[in-house]
């Protein structure tokens, strides 16, 4: 309903901020959380999935992270969130995984194996 709706495009808003660089990582962090904490608060568990990808791609790029390939780190865990979209057949969490996969393989230097995880978005 209403609030699936708004919570998505909520969590889209996000993405399109990171994607667009208007504002410091820091900044575009704190409107992440804010949203995520939202959508955890409207039980919205397929975008506050989505949000953990986002939030991670965006401390990977900050060095928050052990590693900065993997989507672990202080947010999520990859293996753990992938087995949970997967077992939930959440198809929009899957997608935003790779989709930060793309960007960040690409952006730090793996193109070819980007190139994994964009097919995999076919």
Known sequence: ??????????GIGCLNLFFSGVEPLAQTVRKNLFYRKRMESYNQHSGFLLM???LQMIFNLMG????????????????????????E???????????????????????????IHALACA
């Open 1 to 10: 309903g209403d609030i699936e709706f708004a919570m998505v495009n909520a």
């Open 52 to 54: 953990h990808f986002v």
């Open 64 to 87: 928050q992270c052990d590693n900065p390939l993997i989507l672990t780190g202080a947010i999520t865990n990859e293996t753990t969130h992938i087995a949970d979209a997967v077992a």
């Open 89 to 115: 057949r959440n198809a929009a969490s899957l997608l935003g995984f790779h989709l930060c996969k793309v960007f960040l393989l690409y952006m730090l230097g793996h193109p070819e194996k980007a190139v």
